[in-house]
């Protein structure tokens, strides 16, 4: 078999990267704005059917945050499409039919904003808290998104604070604790930190350090690598199968988060995890046969559930480039460039769809996709990924060997 050089590796991979540009561009952004956003009732639709129409249907606080998201970062890429319009309808709608008097955001609404479930679940406040900190680069003035995100994180705090560190999941206590929550506050936090002023910028710092610390000490098996899911009021791994279960996806998202910490903090020890984490999770995480990232295994690598959601793969994408960008040979860059591309390969085969610009969401242990409407909940994911290709290409972390070998 003829081994590709730096050049044509990185030539393929950016030949993959331009194909999901013009997907973005051209198709998704396009239809999640003229068909996904609901002009009548304000927000953004739940889900698209295959064949394009919108689905009404009760909406979650945590995909109108996340499509606020998508078309904030569509500005930051480029797209020509009304892309501070679209986050301007839905913050508005977000705003206005979840945050709670007491700054928190509830959990469910119907299609015309009235309450189904005013429940205050902690990773629907992590995607506000982030959806508040994006949006803010784009508004016209931030300041009431910056105000109502510090009352949300005061709140959070005087409320649902656990002693160890973290955050409990309700007010009495509910068990089992969650990593998953943590894991977008994080990304939050991180956000916060990333735009680099205010007053409040301690309090972000703070929260990411101790979200990041408490990964380490708390939620990942210093014997494995492996990042539990569920956990008792202590912050150890819950009893029985459920303190076990492992998310092949949540590895190389907090990988990619912990490499972005870690080099924010000069922090060794949790990019050495990050790398740990994603090297598991393509070692038993990964299927082979499939290509694709599987929703489940146990901490001794054993199945659980081996169908494969869209998100793993972005996930798998976004670690891969974070850890090639910090590679410190090129034979490793080399390696993880591979895995970017296996990562962007099994993507497009969700985005092969009638409707170009949707995406099908669940496949099967047999190959086979569940046919059902596409779910706007991805498109963070997917974005996102896109997102971190465009940072590594533009930084020059892809596309030339470290020590100039030859081409």
């Known amino acids: 078999m003829t081994i590709p050089t730096p050049t044509e590796q990185s030539a393929a991979l950016q030949g993959l990267r331009d194909r999901l540009m013009t997907w973005l561009t051209t198709q998704a952004?396009?239809?999640?704005?003229?068909t996904g956003a609901d002009?009548?009732?304000?927000?953004?639709?739940?889900r698209l059917a295959l064949d394009g129409s919108p689905c009404l249907e009760p909406r979650r606080a945590r995909v109108q945050a996340r499509q606020v998201f998508a078309y904030a970062v569509a500005g930051?890429?480029?797209w020509s499409g009304p892309s501070r319009q679209a986050v301007e309808h839905g913050l508005a709608f977000f705003r206005r039919a979840y945050e709670r008097p007491d700054g928190t955001f509830r959990t469910l609404v119907g299609p015309d904003g009235a309450t189904l479930d005013d429940s205050v679940v902690l990773y629907d406040q992590a995607f506000a808290l982030f959806a508040l900190a994006v949006a803010g680069t784009v508004v016209a003035d931030p300041a009431?998104?910056?105000?109502?995100?510090?009352r949300l994180r005061q709140r959070l705090e005087a409320t649902l604070k656990h002693p160890l560190g973290g955050f409990e999941e309700a007010s009495p206590r509910k068990l089992p604790l969650l990593a998953n929550p943590h894991m977008h506050l994080l990304e939050a936090s991180l956000a916060w930190v990333e735009l680099g002023s205010g007053p409040d910028q301690p309090a972000w710092h703070k929260l990411a350090d101790e979200i990041a610390e408490l990964s380490l000490s708390r939620f990942i098996d210093p014997a494995t690598g492996y990042l539990r899911e569920f956990f008792d009021g202590e912050w150890r791994p819950a009893p029985g199968r459920d303190g076990r279960i492992v998310e092949p996806g949540h590895l190389f998202e907090w990988a990619w988060l912990l490499v972005r910490w870690g080099r924010l903090r000069g922090r060794d020890d949790a990019i050495a995890a990050a790398r740990r984490m994603a090297e598991a999770a393509e070692a038993t995480g990964v299927d082979p046969i499939r290509n694709v990232a599987v929703n489940a295994i146990l901490d001794d690598g054993a199945p659980v559930d081996s169908g494969a959601r869209l998100w793993p793969q972005t996930e798998r994408i976004k670690a891969a480039v974070a850890l090639a960008g910090i590679a410190a040979t090129d034979q490793e860059r080399a390696l993880w460039r591979g895995r970017i591309a296996a990562g962007v390969t099994a993507l497009l085969t969700y985005l092969d769809v009638p409707v170009p610009g949707l995406w099908r969401d669940k496949l099967q242990p047999d190959g086979s996709f569940v046919e059902e409407p596409a779910p706007a909940s991805s498109f963070y994911h997917i974005i996102c990924a896109i997102e971190e290709l465009e940072k590594a290409f533009a930084a020059g972390a892809l596309d030339a060997p470290l020590a100039g070998a030859a081409a």
Do not use: D, V
């Open 29 to 34: 952004l396009p239809i999640w704005w003229e």
């Open 144 to 150: 009431p998104l910056t105000a109502a995100a510090t």
């Open 39 to 46: 002009r009548e009732r304000g927000g953004f639709h739940e």
């Open 76 to 78: 930051r890429l480029g």
